[in-house]
């Protein structure tokens, strides 16, 4: 498992809802919070490792002395977004790139835990900004798309470098076609989904 990076094409990819939870996604899990305090982030979504489920960790203190912070959500639900409020973000899948990202203030999410327990909560601050975040990527959004003209001007160079690297990694054959990410997806979901 590795992080993969703009523009792969499973980070477009409309995620689905999980239907199961065995052990073999436990440690999916445990494996994404690992690949996430290696790159010092804060979040990471199913999509970001190439799986097509909808689900993100978060770990607002991006440290695994602090494993009681961490939060699995699966099969979120964003509800009630209050306010708005503009911070600058960033995205393992975009690395050095950061642009400032309006989201609401405040936000409820409902999902379930990686034991199955209903989650309900209000969130502001930076968690609520996060969980915004990791929300998007489960529909193929990335915080790039919510940049206003002047900061995505900004990264457009960044971009052109990732996209370059991209089609030098496909023509290597170190990432498939469209065709064979999307069939391996397909896969995923028809056995978790
Ligand atoms: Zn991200």
């Not at 708005?84 to 050095?96: F, N, R, T, V």
């Not at 203030?105 to 969980?131: T, Y």
């Not at 290597?172 to 989904?193: P, T």
């Amino acid at each position: 498992m590795h992080i993969i990076q703009y523009p792969h094409p499973t980070l477009r990819h409309k995620s689905k809802p999980l239907r199961r939870v065995d052990a073999e996604l436990q440690k999916i899990v445990r494996e994404m919070f690992d690949l996430m305090y290696e790159a010092k982030g804060i979040g990471l979504a199913a999509n970001q490792v190439d799986l097509p489920w909808r689900l993100f960790v978060v770990n607002a203190k991006s440290d695994e002395g602090d494993a009681d912070r961490e939060l699995v959500f699966i099969n979120p639900v964003l509800s009630r977004g209050k306010g708005s409020d503009e911070d600058e973000e960033g995205c393992l899948s975009l690395p050095k790139m950061y642009g400032d990202v309006r989201r609401s203030a405040q936000i409820v999410i409902e999902a379930f835990s990686l034991s199955g327990e209903k989650i309900h909560l209000e969130l502001d601050g930076m968690l609520g900004r996060i969980v915004q975040h990791e929300y998007d990527h489960l529909d193929g959004v990335l915080f790039i798309d919510r940049l206003g003209p002047t900061a995505e001007l900004a990264v457009r160079e960044d971009l052109d470098d990732l996209e370059r690297r991209f089609r030098t990694q496909r023509e290597l054959g170190e990432i498939g076609s469209d065709k064979q990410i999307a069939a391996r997806l397909a896969e995923l979901e028809a056995e978790y989904c």
